[in-house]
C-alpha cells in the first residue's frame, strides 16, 4: 500500500483550466494606450493618495484638489475632457506618477475583463502594443494581479 498522501490537484490539473493556464504575455511600453480612450474611473485608496501626492511633492490636500473627484463614497483620478488621465502627460504619453500609479493601473492588463475569453485578451493586445509580447506571467502570476485590482 502507498502511504504517500494524495496532493491537491493545481489550476492545471483541473478539467476547467481557464484558457490562459499556461499564461501570458505583457510587457509595458508606457505608450499611455490604457490612459486614454472613454471616460471612466481610476479609484484610488487613501494610501495610493498619499505616495502620488508624495511623488508629486504635495501635500495630501492640494492633491485632493488637484486630481480628485468624488464618485459616491470613492474617489477617482481626474480626466481631461478627451478621457485621457490627468496623469497622462499629453507630449510624452507618459505617466506622471508612474511610479506610485494606483493598483487599477499597476494590474493592467490581467482585469477580469481582459481575461474573460480569448476574444477579449485579442481586443487587449489590438488596443496596447505591450499586451501578447515580453515577460512570460505564469497563471498564477495573473492571478494574483487579477485578484488585487478586485480588492
Same mark, same amino acid.
Given at each position: 500500500?502507498?502511504? =504517500?498522501?494524495?496532493?491537491?490537484? @493545481?489550476? $492545471?490539473?483541473?478539467?476547467?483550466?481557464?484558457?490562459?493556464?499556461?499564461?501570458?504575455?505583457?510587457?509595458?511600453?508606457?505608450?499611455?494606450?490604457?490612459?486614454? /480612450?472613454?471616460?471612466?474611473?481610476?479609484?484610488?485608496?487613501? $494610501?495610493?493618495?498619499?505616495?502620488?501626492?508624495?511623488? #508629486?511633492?504635495?501635500?495630501?490636500?492640494?492633491?485632493?484638489?488637484?486630481? #480628485?473627484?468624488?464618485?459616491?463614497?470613492?474617489? $477617482?483620478?481626474?480626466?481631461?475632457? &478627451? /478621457? &485621457?488621465?490627468?496623469? #497622462? %502627460?499629453?507630449?510624452?504619453?507618459?505617466?506622471?506618477?508612474?511610479?506610485?500609479?494606483? +493598483?487599477?493601473?499597476?494590474?493592467?492588463?490581467?482585469?477580469? @475583463? =481582459?481575461?474573460? $475569453?480569448?476574444?477579449?485578451?485579442? %481586443? =487587449?493586445?489590438?488596443?496596447?502594443? /505591450?499586451?501578447?509580447? /515580453?515577460?512570460?506571467?505564469?497563471? &498564477?502570476? +495573473?492571478?494574483?494581479?487579477?485578484?488585487?485590482?478586485?480588492?
Amino acid at each position: 500500500m502507498n502511504s =504517500t498522501p494524495p496532493r491537491a490537484k @493545481s489550476a $492545471s490539473d483541473s478539467a476547467d483550466r481557464p484558457w490562459y493556464a499556461d499564461g501570458l504575455r505583457f510587457e509595458c511600453t508606457q505608450c499611455g494606450a490604457c490612459c486614454s /480612450g472613454e471616460p471612466g474611473y481610476v479609484f484610488v485608496d487613501e $494610501s495610493e493618495i498619499a505616495a502620488m501626492a508624495e511623488e #508629486l511633492r504635495l501635500s495630501v490636500e492640494e492633491f485632493h484638489q488637484k486630481f #480628485l473627484r468624488r464618485v459616491g463614497s470613492q474617489f $477617482s483620478l481626474r480626466e481631461y475632457p &478627451d /478621457g &485621457d488621465c490627468i496623469f #497622462l %502627460d499629453p507630449k510624452s504619453r507618459h505617466c506622471l506618477v508612474y511610479r506610485s500609479r494606483p +493598483i487599477q493601473c499597476r494590474t493592467w492588463p490581467f482585469w477580469d @475583463s =481582459t481575461l474573460e $475569453s480569448p476574444a477579449d485578451w485579442r %481586443d =487587449t493586445c489590438d488596443a496596447c502594443p /505591450g499586451a501578447g509580447k /515580453g515577460q512570460l506571467y505564469t497563471f &498564477d502570476e +495573473i492571478e494574483v494581479r487579477r485578484r488585487e485590482k478586485s480588492v
